[in-house]
């Protein structure tokens, strides 16, 4: 009971119960572990996220975002939302707000991009289905990182970061083209075979 003061007013210096220090220890090591695990997977695990990141005015985001979808837009999905084919290589724009992720981007397997990634409003996360990649969203920053597609087909964007009502549908989409789709859309592709 911890309702009154202990009677002896040095407790510190009791020595500890040995139930006490195995505790301490297995906490220590485990602290310890769990430590080692961050360091393992940021040399083997494939996803090192932790990349760049810049200062960047919300508006000056918004206009890189909209000079890339007027120069590389190919179409636009049901609801509106434009899709854009940058050419490989170039550096791609993916814009979080409330509550969507714009554009649609379609890359091409194996060709690398260099993704700027900020929000205009809120913070919001950048969450890749089916795959363990996750960032976080910032108004005011941007983080780039380099992405090379080794997979074709439809991945979706969800925001893992509660950003208020509409969280829950705040979606998006990245288009993954296979070489030979790229090849007969006409674009130019830099890896070699
Ligand atoms: Cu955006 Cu949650």
């Excluded at 508006?59 to 179409?75: C, F, H, K, P, W």
């Excluded at 960032?135 to 964007?157: S, W």
Aim: some cysteine.
């Amino acid at each position: 009971m911890a309702l009154l003061p202990p009677k002896n007013r040095l407790w510190w210096n009791e020595p500890l119960h040995r139930m006490e220090i195995v505790w301490i220890t297995i906490a220590f090591l485990w602290g310890i572990a769990m430590f080692s695990t961050m360091i393992w997977w940021h040399i083997y695990g494939e996803q090192n996220l932790s990349n760049e990141s810049y200062r960047i005015l919300p508006d000056v985001y918004a206009e890189r975002v909209d000079v890339m979808i007027d120069a590389y837009q190919v179409g636009e999905d049901e609801f509106g939302m434009p899709i854009v084919r940058p050419p490989v290589g170039s550096d791609i724009y993916l814009q979080a707000r409330l509550w969507d992720w714009s554009p649609i981007l379609e890359l091409v397997e194996g060709e690398s991009y260099r993704l700027h990634l900020s929000s205009i409003d809120w913070q919001h996360g950048f969450s890749l289905q089916p795959t363990n990649i996750n960032l976080q969203v910032h108004p005011g920053y941007e983080m780039v990182v380099t992405l090379t597609p080794n997979a074709a087909g439809e991945f979706g964007i969800v925001c893992n970061e509660y950003c208020g009502i509409g969280h829950h549908l705040m979606t998006g989409r990245i288009n993954v083209l296979d070489r030979e789709a790229a090849l007969a859309a006409g674009m130019q592709l830099a890896a070699g075979e």
